[in-house]
């Protein structure tokens, strides 16, 4: 890979996009890159993915101008499927993924950002989508996941004046969870995943799954995900281990790792 690195830390990895020089601005190969590697993600190991981007600058700058300022009708629309069949695979990935915002997360940096689970930022970072400014709409999903997460005059307040966003108004808007200064936000994603690895995986999993569908239904619907996806968890060994130490009046012995089984 020449623009993402990829590290495993016991039961989390962390992604990191790399491409400093131009920001960490998403290409077509950057996205082919991060594409392949959450394929090659072994999740038999790995119970929590971090998003981040290299340098204390950009997390994601935007979609790379350059490549797309050429590009026809029918190419434009290949590219933004290219980004949202990879964000989309972000978003539905098995596992939760925390984006860690380091810096710019305009257009595109902003729509990955948002196809994670959960984003921290640092207090250095900024928001937007900033496409109509350059004569286009936002095409890797910011019309439809920044209105999900703030609501859809705050989302057209943003797209439509193409302003960009300080992390304390992020987080006031509820766009991010958490603003840490560039020294803490690596430690504090890392302290994060590592909280989610520790729990029973085939619930964590189930709970996002259970979200992610059960946002798109009405609430009858979307409680029979729920039942489902709980009546799953039992008879595994997780959730024997899980209630059975729970239930241990004793407390002796010091709780081991869920098995994933």
């Given at each position: 890979?020449?623009?993402?690195?990829?590290?495993?830390?016991?039961?989390?990895?962390?992604?990191?996009?790399?491409?400093?020089?131009?920001?960490?601005?998403?290409?077509s190969?950057?996205?082919?890159?991060?594409?392949?590697?959450?394929?090659?993600?072994?999740?038999?190991?790995?119970?929590?993915?971090?998003?981040?981007?290299?340098?204390?600058?950009?997390?994601?700058?935007?979609?790379?101008?350059?490549e797309?300022?050429?590009?026809?009708?029918?190419?434009?629309?290949?590219?933004?499927?290219?980004?949202?069949?990879?964000?989309?695979?972000?978003?539905?990935?098995?596992?939760?993924?925390?984006?860690?915002?380091?810096?710019?997360?305009l257009?595109g940096?902003?729509?990955?950002?948002?196809?994670?689970?959960?984003?921290?930022?640092?207090?250095?970072?900024?928001?937007?989508?900033?496409?109509?400014?350059?004569?286009?709409?936002?095409?890797?999903?910011?019309?439809?996941?920044?209105?999900?997460?703030?609501?859809?005059?705050?989302?057209?307040?943003?797209?439509?004046?193409?302003?960009?966003?300080?992390?304390?108004?992020?987080?006031?808007?509820?766009?991010?969870?958490?603003?840490?200064?560039?020294?803490?936000?690596?430690?504090?994603?890392?302290?994060?995943?590592?909280?989610?690895?520790?729990?029973?995986?085939?619930?964590?999993?189930?709970?996002?799954?259970?979200?992610?569908?059960?946002?798109?239904?009405?609430?009858?619907?979307?409680?029979?995900?729920?039942?489902?996806?709980f009546?799953?968890?039992?008879?595994?060994?997780?959730?024997?281990y899980?209630?059975?130490?729970?239930?241990?009046?004793?407390?002796?012995?010091?709780?081991?790792?869920?098995?994933?089984?």
């Amino acid at each position: 890979m020449e623009f993402i690195l990829y590290e495993q830390k016991g039961a989390y990895a962390i992604i990191t996009i790399n491409r400093e020089r131009a920001l960490n601005a998403l290409n077509s190969q950057v996205l082919e890159e991060l594409d392949k590697t959450l394929d090659a993600v072994d999740l038999d190991t790995v119970r929590c993915l971090i998003l981040t981007g290299a340098g204390s600058k950009s997390f994601v700058a935007g979609a790379d101008i350059g490549e797309m300022s050429s590009l026809s009708k029918a190419e434009g629309a290949s590219f933004g499927k290219k980004g949202n069949d990879v964000f989309l695979k972000l978003e539905n990935f098995p596992i939760p993924v925390i984006a860690a915002v380091n810096g710019f997360a305009l257009g595109g940096g902003c729509e990955v950002s948002m196809s994670c689970d959960i984003r921290i930022c640092s207090d250095n970072a900024v928001f937007g989508q900033p496409e109509v400014g350059l004569g286009i709409t936002p095409g890797f999903g910011g019309t439809q996941r920044l209105a999900r997460l703030v609501g859809a005059g705050m989302a057209k307040q943003m797209i439509y004046t193409a302003r960009n966003i300080k992390a304390d108004e992020a987080f006031r808007i509820g766009l991010v969870n958490a603003v840490y200064t560039q020294e803490e936000l690596l430690p504090a994603a890392e302290k994060m995943a590592a909280s989610i690895a520790k729990n029973a995986p085939i619930a964590v999993r189930n709970c996002k799954v259970a979200i992610n569908e059960g946002l798109a239904l009405e609430m009858d619907k979307a409680v029979e995900i729920e039942e489902k996806l709980f009546g799953d968890c039992f008879e595994t060994e997780d959730q024997r281990y899980g209630m059975a130490f729970f239930l241990d009046k004793n407390k002796e012995k010091v709780k081991e790792p869920f098995r994933n089984k």
